[in-house]
């Protein structure tokens, strides 16, 4: 699929990270969802402020409650990282 510029504009990897808009956490998050071709979640992700510890402790549930479909819930839960 193709890049949709968006809210996810906000957390790209070019961003400046010292503006307060990009946490160090945030960023990481941001990364591994597009190496997961989920790219188009980062914005959903930075609205619920889930930062690298946050995303490590979520579960399916969570995941869910975020509105985030079954397909890409197996393929965060199943990421190493």
């Known amino acids: 699929g193709g890049y949709e510029r968006g809210y996810d504009d906000l957390y790209d990897a070019d961003a400046p990270m010292g503006d307060g808009v990009v946490s160090g956490g945030t960023f990481q998050v941001a990364n591994i969802l ?3 071709e989920l790219g188009k979640y980062v914005g959903v992700f930075a609205a619920e402020e889930i930062d690298l510890e ?3 402790a979520l579960t399916d549930e969570d995941l ?4 985030v479909p079954l397909g890409p819930r197996k393929k965060i839960l199943a990421a190493e990282f």
């Open 34 to 36: 597009r190496a997961l």
């Open 54 to 56: 946050a995303f490590r």
């Open 64 to 67: 869910q409650t975020m509105g």
